[in-house]
Structures are given as structure tokens and as C-alpha cells.
């Protein structure tokens, strides 16, 4: 399929091929080159919480920030319930 760049240089993917490969707007696509190619491939997004043993684990990837946050506070928990603390 042939198609061009606006003058924004968007690209507009067609839609029976969006449709095909099941892109929408919600789609993440990763964009790269190959030599003198533009490659682009959709991810596919894993749900970020998943159930384990009736447990639900968030699996996706947080910031430094909200990292150190959990961190926080779950040491915050241990120590809590290590030492009877209200």
C-alpha cells in the first residue's frame, strides 16, 4: 500500500489494514528503522493486573517515584506488623 505524510509528517495507516492487524486507538505501536526501512509493529499490551491464586499482582512498570513509594510502604507494613505497632 502506498501513502504519503501530511505536513505534520504523520503517516495515516489504512483502515482495512488497522482493521486486519486490529490497531486502534488505544494500540501502542513501536516504530523503528532497518537500514533504509521504517518498520512498525504493534505490542501487544499485557494486562497490567493479573490474578494468581486469587491474589491480584500488579505486573506492569511503575515510575522511580511510585517505586520507592510501594517501597516505602510496605517496609512501613513489616515493621508495623513485626513489632504489633498500631
Do not use: A, C, H
Not at 501513502?3 to 503517516?11: A, S, W
Not at 489504512?14 to 504493534?42: A, M
Not at 517515584?65 to 517501597?71: E, F, H, Q, T
Amino acid at each position: 500500500m502506498v501513502t504519503t505524510l501530511d505536513k505534520f509528517g504523520r503517516i495515516i495507516i489504512p483502515k482495512r489494514l488497522r482493521e486486519r492487524l486490529g490497531i486502534n486507538i488505544k494500540s501502542t505501536l513501536n516504530i523503528s528503522e532497518d537500514g533504509k526501512r521504517i518498520v512498525i509493529e504493534l505490542i501487544q499490551d499485557k494486562e497490567p493486573v493479573v490474578d494468581r491464586n486469587g491474589i491480584l499482582v500488579f505486573t506492569g512498570s511503575l515510575d522511580d517515584n511510585k517505586g520507592d513509594l510501594i517501597k516505602s510502604d510496605r517496609n512501613r507494613r513489616m515493621k508495623k506488623l513485626l513489632t504489633n505497632e498500631d
